[in-house]
């Protein structure tokens, strides 16, 4: 069954029908997750929250338009929203560890987040020039495709994914250098 | 080689994103030299967390229905955020009634609060006393008790609003 009728039979009320929509993009869903915040927990979080979206809105889909794309774009920005907290959570942190002197850090803080990037490389690169690397080699989109994920046009993600490029490429040379 | 080192440095400096993505569409992604100049998809692949690499995802669906239970899909007008909107027939939207109607209730009580002020402000000091109050109004013109005249006493306590009215038989 396609993603329409699929989405349709969820608005009577189907749950099975809408865990088939899961069991079908999960793995793809996931993948740009863990790419984009860089660890397994808050990219679960983020698949988590963009399914129950999806479930909750998914009277407000256009049929016309790709499915896939359409829960990629509500995951790329709870990414973003994950990412925003966190920066606000790590300075606030900073700050509290600087104001009181000689307070070691709770062992706890950042608890067991199982880091992906195991290239610094992707660590360098912005969310947004992740995602939309991830969406160009792992999905095979094109930049007029990855413009309907990412908001923003297709010059733009042209641009975005030249740069992602050129800097993977020239961290790959000098990492091939070096050895 | 060299032209293509001239053209990716010339993409980077380019100021406007326009033309930086006009020379990538018509000359780099065209071009084979160029584009070795940049990570092929096979190279990022290497890079990047692949669906294989997960492990098992079958703790998500649990997770998930667990939330949702009880959930119902929400209407579309309110699924799109526009659920303090109507759409028109020509396309535009407008305020839903109620937001009319809050409108008009605030501008009312505005105005309400208005002239209660301005009429508090307004009014004249009133004089004498624990003054202005309504006990200080209070007349008995005439009492009788068992059809005789009486003597009539009114007290009103400074720290209290009561009025007790005591009425005596004329001994």
């Known amino acids: ?179 | 080689m060299r032209h293509s080192k001239l053209m990716i440095f010339l993409v980077g400096i380019l100021p406007v994103r326009a033309w930086k993505a006009a020379l990538l569409r018509g000359h780099i992604e065209k071009c084979a030299a160029c584009e070795k100049r940049l990570a092929s998809k096979d190279e990022v692949r290497r890079l990047l967390v692949q669906t294989g690499d997960l492990g098992d995802l079958s703790g998500l669906w649990p997770a998930i229905s667990e939330r949702i239970r009880g959930l119902r899909p929400a209407p579309a007008s309110f699924a799109r955020g526009a659920w303090a909107f109507k759409a028109r027939s020509d396309g535009k939207r407008r305020p839903p009634f109620w937001r009319w109607a809050a409108a008009a209730a605030g501008m009312s009580l505005a105005v309400v609060l208005t002239l209660a002020a301005v009429r508090f402000f307004q009014s004249p000091a009133p004089s004498g006393g624990p003054a202005g109050s309504e006990t200080e109004q209070v007349q008995i013109h005439y009492v009788r008790i068992d059809n005789e005249p009486a003597r009539t006493f009114i007290f009103k306590p400074h720290d209290s609003d009561v009025v007790i009215v005591w009425a005596g038989k004329n001994i």
């Open chain 1, 1 to 179: 069954m396609g993603d329409n009728a699929l989405s349709a039979a969820c608005l009577e009320g189907d749950l099975g029908e809408f865990r088939e929509i899961v069991d079908g993009h999960k793995a793809a869903v996931m993948a740009l997750a863990v790419n984009i915040l860089g660890n397994l927990q808050d990219a679960e979080d983020a698949c988590q929250e963009t399914f129950i979206q999806v479930y909750r809105n998914l009277e407000s889909y256009d049929p016309r338009k790709s499915f896939k794309n359409w829960i990629f774009t509500i995951l790329y920005r709870r990414c973003l929203d994950q990412l925003r907290k966190q920066r606000r959570f790590q300075s606030a942190f900073h700050r509290a560890k600087h104001e009181l002197p000689g307070h070691a850090p709770a062992k706890g803080v950042d608890p067991g987040k199982t880091k992906f990037f195991s290239q610094d490389v992707l660590a360098r690169l912005s969310p947004r020039e992740r995602a939309v690397l991830v969406l160009w080699a792992n999905e095979g989109y094109t930049a007029a495709e990855i413009s309907k994920v990412i908001p923003c046009s297709p010059s733009t993600a042209r641009v975005y994914l030249f740069n992602a490029r050129k800097k993977i490429k020239s961290y790959l040379e000098k990492s091939h250098a070096a050895l």
